[in-house]
């Protein structure tokens, strides 16, 4: 319903949509945004075991500790 809202734009909404998607996988709304944002990265790194273990085979974008 937010995304209705005639004040709010969204500039990716595949993004945005893709992030929902993890988010009700379990990731952390601000972890599933990050994920999704490193898209076109490897590896993304976090000190969250939480996000590594919820993470693992979402995407190819590997989530591990440093």
């Not at 490193?38 to 590896?43: G, I, K, L, P, S």
Request: aromatic residues 12%; negative net charge.
């Amino acid at each position: 319903m937010l995304f209705g809202l005639v004040n709010v734009h969204l500039t990716n909404a595949s993004l945005i949509a893709q992030v929902l998607l993890w988010h009700e996988a379990g990731l952390d709304f601000a972890d599933a945004f990050h994920l999704a944002l490193a898209q076109n990265y490897t590896h993304l790194y976090t000190f969250d075991e939480k996000f590594v273990k919820r993470s693992k085979g979402l995407t190819t974008c590997e989530v591990t500790i440093p």
